[in-house]
């Protein structure tokens, strides 16, 4: 698989799972009792422990693969004009 189709996975990837990851926090930080859209906090919560876990194996992985672009950037950064 070329490096390319994995940078799009993991970035496919990132983004709903961000999603999953900020609007269950939210819902368990606001929605402090009962069930919300249906779903019980428990249920809530394990999906956003899933979510976190997710993202804390793929974003370092991300990090690896990219990282000339990173470093072309912080170069940038401390470049003086």
């Known amino acids: 698989m070329k490096l390319t189709a994995v940078k799009a996975i993991l970035s496919t990837i990132l983004i709903p799972d961000f999603i999953i990851l900020a609007s269950s926090g939210a819902l368990l930080y606001f929605g402090k009792t009962g069930v919300i859209w249906g779903m ?3 249920a809530i919560r394990n999906a956003h422990m899933v979510a976190a876990l997710l993202m804390c194996i793929i974003i370092p992985v991300h990090f690896f ?9 912080i170069r940038a950064l401390n470049k003086k004009d």
């Open 40 to 42: 019980s906090r428990y």
């Open 65 to 73: 693969i990219n990282r000339r672009i990173y470093l072309a950037e």
